[in-house]
């Protein structure tokens, strides 16, 4: 499954090349490739690379929302160009109740062009 984010949140187009996110079939959850722009602003977080970092959210990052739209359950996946990640399960808009979850991640410095492996999290998913 493919995505490319052409517009921001209110419509307008994006002033740099458009942010592409796939997403296919891991051996033990899903693999998402994103490629996009990396524009070091702001500096990398202080966190240690392949580590979660709260509030990454305040960084340059590419997010992913996977709602369950039977108990309004989702996932937010921020991923950070410098390597740092933050994986939180929410329940209604914006109630974190696990956060700072595990994942396989590395991002490289020149671009925000990595690959996630969500493990166990298929709890909140259901069949697509």
Known sequence: ?????????????????????????????????????????????????????????????????FLNDITEQYIEVELCPHGQHLVLLLSGRRNVWKQ??????????ERQNGKAKLISLGIIFHQM
């Open 100 to 109: 700072e979850l595990p994942l396989s991640f590395r991002g490289p410095e």
């Open 1 to 65: 499954m493919d995505f490319k984010i052409e517009h921001t949140w209110d419509g307008f187009p994006v002033k740099h090349e458009p942010v592409f996110i796939r997403l296919n079939p891991g051996d033990r959850g899903v693999m998402m490739d994103i490629s996009a722009p990396f524009f070091n602003d702001p500096p990398a977080p202080l966190g240690e690379p392949g580590k979660p970092f709260n509030q990454l959210w305040d960084y340059e990052v590419v997010e992913a929302f």
